[in-house]
């Protein structure tokens, strides 16, 4: 049950916009500001502008939700 709370959580967080905030520094990279979805879901890794930190998107994602989540 837990499991299923934590997805229903996920789902609501609404991973698209958190997957475009960098979660080292929490700014939000301009460059995909005015993506359209479609074209965000290609960008399977991206740097930060501001921190110059690697990012994986997905990966990014979770850390940002998993942070909201605790916050
Ligand atoms: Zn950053």
């Given amino acids: 049950y837990k499991c299923k709370w934590y997805g229903k959580k996920l789902i609501v967080v609404a991973p698209q916009y958190t997957s475009r905030i ?3 520094c929490g700014r939000k990279n301009p460059q995909f500001a005015h ?3 479609r074209d965000w879901l ?3 890794n991206w740097t930060c502008p ?3 930190t690697d990012h994986d998107r997905d990966e990014n994602a979770a ?3 998993l ?3 605790i916050n």
Avoid: D
Wanted: hydrophobic share 35%; proline share 0%.
């Fill in 67 to 69: 942070a909201r989540a």
């Fill in 22 to 24: 960098c979660s080292e």
């Fill in 42 to 44: 290609a960008v399977r």
């Fill in 35 to 37: 993506m359209k979805t």
């Fill in 50 to 52: 501001y921190c110059q």
């Fill in 63 to 65: 850390k940002n939700i």
